[in-house]
């Protein structure tokens, strides 16, 4: 199944935000499971640049200049030497969610706790946002 993901380019100013096509193996039926089948897609991708080994192609000076802009130049390569552990990442990113470091919208709606239950078809827009907290206590 074939979802559209709305993603802001890192390093820029404007809120420049473009959709991509994402694939997920099994429609979801909570949000916890479409956090699963996003963390599952995203780890086997992963996986495979890590078995692959694939030389990096050279940057674009635009890539460069828009990395530049958030402080660190790179070719996204894993220099260690692990593959990433599904069930890991699966765990991790949940807690993430209950803990609010990040939310979930359908559309344009909120999709809300791990719990709820969410109509996901062929080309729904799912927009993920990562809450960063501000400089000062945590609590």
């Known amino acids: 199944m074939e979802i559209l993901v709305n993603i802001k380019q890192l390093g820029k100013r404007k809120s420049k935000i473009n959709q991509q096509q994402f694939h997920i193996e099994n429609k979801p039926d909570t949000v916890a499971d479409l956090?699963?089948?996003?963390v599952s897609t995203c780890v086997k991708e992963y996986n495979d640049r890590f078995e692959k080994g694939d030389n990096p192609q050279p940057l674009s000076q635009q890539q460069i200049d828009d990395m530049s802009e958030i402080g660190k130049i790179a070719f996204g390569i894993n220099y260690g030497e692990k593959k990433a552990d599904r069930d890991k990442a699966i765990e991790d990113a949940l807690l993430a969610y209950e803990d609010g470091l990040f939310r979930i919208f359908i559309g344009?709606?909120?999709?809300?706790?791990?719990?709820?239950?969410?109509?996901?078809?062929?080309?729904t827009e799912v927009t993920f946002i990562r809450l960063v907290?501000?400089?000062?206590?945590?609590w």
């Open 108 to 123: 344009e709606e909120d999709a809300g706790d791990k719990d709820s239950k969410v109509n996901i078809e062929e080309g």
């Open 35 to 38: 956090i699963r089948e996003c």
């Open 133 to 138: 907290m501000l400089a000062g206590r945590m």
